[in-house]
Every structure is written in C-alpha cells, then in structure tokens.
C-alpha cells in the first residue's frame, strides 16, 4: 500500500517562492529515486525534477532550471520541491512520484503517484 501524499500547493504571484513536500509510506524510502511532474489540461505529463536514492543526484527539466530544487529527507520520508521565482507557466498539478529504478529513468515513467496538488501562478 504505496502511498504519496503532497502538501504545499496553493495561489501565488508570479515571482514567488513556494514548496511542496511529499510524504511517501508503505515503501522503504531510501530504496527509491523519487521525482515530480506536473499537468496542465490538454496537455501531456511533464518531467520536472529527480532525485537519485541518496539524494546525491538531480535532474531538472531545462524550464526550471536554477528556479527549483529537488531534495529529500530519508529520515522523514519526505520529497520536497523548492520552487523561487514562480511564473505564469509554472501553473500545473503537480505530482509526486517513486521509482524502483535510478533517478535519470524518471523523464521515462515511475512506478508509484501521488494524487496531486494545485499550484496556480497569478497576477
């Protein structure tokens, strides 16, 4: 019984920061790569960030480079996604995700998903 839970979603101007977290039971943490992707309607799944098992890995898709970081606890079990500098475009479901397999195989697809929280960018 996997389950993903993000928190921190919610209505923000552009240029401003937020941070989601996740918070992962039912698997041992450590033993997954973890990610987040976001959906707008109409649109097809976005790859945003990766995380490796230990955390000492990341991959960003190129849109939010040096905008968002990915990072994780272990001791928490708990994914987190620091997100500065929001803009229009940012606007999305975002969804937390666990992978069996490394971090650089989550643009391809993962094995467990959260159910999602709203992050709307508005001015």
């Known amino acids: 019984q996997v389950q993903l839970v993000e928190s921190g979603g919610g209505l923000v101007q552009p240029g401003a920061s937020l941070r989601l977290s996740c918070a992962a039971s039912?698997?041992?943490?450590?033993?997954?790569?973890m990610g987040w992707f976001r959906q707008v309607p109409g649109k097809e799944r976005e790859f945003v960030a990766s995380?490796?098992?230990?955390?000492?890995?990341?991959d960003y898709t190129d849109s939010v480079k040096g905008r968002f970081t990915i990072s994780r606890d272990n001791a928490k079990n708990t994914v987190y996604l620091q997100m500065n500098n929001l803009e229009l475009e940012d606007t999305a479901v975002y969804y937390c995700?666990?992978?069996?397999?490394?971090?650089?195989?989550?643009?391809?697809?993962?094995?467990?998903w959260g159910k999602g929280t709203l992050i709307t960018v508005s001015s």
């Open positions: 995700a666990a992978s069996t397999k490394n971090y650089l195989s989550a643009r391809y697809g993962m094995d467990y």
């Open positions: 039912g698997l041992t943490f450590s033993t997954y790569s």
């Open positions: 995380i490796s098992r230990t955390g000492r890995s990341t």
